[in-house]
């Protein structure tokens, strides 16, 4: 939680957003989208205030929500969470995270991740007191390295913290290697908590929930949000379901973390999770064709680039223009070029730094015609 000159950190969102703003570089760094969602939802938001929908919401969230996500998970899935047992809702899925593992770990316990991992995962996995043990992801296509994966695992590994589709690298990850993190954490008594906030963000690849696979559900905590989904990234709407005992020690951790969580919004996701399944294709397809044109900038600037199946974000490597430290590059990239982004290595510990040092990660959750300013503007590196 400390930066490395012993003060007090900011995230490197934060930090790069800041940067972006006092150059007025375009914000290809911190992942939120430039649009809004569908108006229907924003109505519905705007309808629930007007109808007084102003007061707390119920601890675990309004009916209405924890119902809708119950059909989601059986309309996408075909799982049948309860929804007044088995799901919870929380303000983002970084509370969930959060609320997850302060419930579930604690000091002497080891949480085991890959390797690039969200930020959120490390700083409170610290403040959990549990230790964290990490296994890489290795490129270009960011898949687990299982036999360091094994090894990762051991008579302390109280959970599993999976992220898929991952961020930061884009990568989906396909049956096989979710049945082998399930069959381990199994082996070893583990439980496991999965982020999947960008479920129904991949291109042509499609998302797995881990809680569907064999010997899953009753040791999986699966974690989701409407900010990717519905493109309201500021509205902290998230969720979490699971088997109940897990669930109510987490509803016990969030009740002290916030109680409740904003009551007209939850009604208004209630609305966006009916939409109809064209609205779900829809926005993948459009996202992929956003990937495409900044990947395509990218290449043209030089960059060797690992095309993502999932997510809002793309990797490149950028040693082919002989710049090796990526942190340095965010650093300076967004005066040289006007481009902001994120350096891989901030979201590893030291050795997987090492090994992502030329890694860079932009987000494609733009308007077509920032991707292409982007583009151009990063053409002027080569
Ligand atoms: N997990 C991952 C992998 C993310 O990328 C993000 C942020 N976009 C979050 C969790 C946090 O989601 P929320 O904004 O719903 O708290
Ligand atoms: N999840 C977003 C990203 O990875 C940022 C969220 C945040 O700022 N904490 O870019």
Redesign the pocket.
Known sequence: LLASDGTLGVTIFEEMTTLAVRTGAINLGQ??PDEDGPAEIKAAAQAAIAQGSNQYAPGKGIPELRQAIAAHQQRFYGLAPDPDTEIIV????????AASLMALVGPGDEVLTFEPF?D?YGAIIGLSGATHVTAPLLAPDFMPDLAALEDAFSSRTKAVLI?NP???TGAVFPAEVLQRVVDLARQHGALIIT?E??EHLTFGVRHIPVATLPGAAERTVT?S????TFSF?GW???WLSGPEHLVSAIRTVKQFLTYSSGTPFQSAIATGLGLPDSFYEDIAITLGKKRDILSGGLRAAGLDVFTPRG??FVNVDTSPLGISDSVELARRLPALVGVAAIPVPVFCHPEGAERTRSLLRFAFCKKTEVLEEAAARLATLR
């Open positions: 992942g939120f929380t303000t983002g899925a970084t509370e969930a995270i969200y959120s992220n991952h961020n930061p982020d906030v960008y974690i949000s409407a900010g990717k990234t902290k709407v998230g997510t809002y």
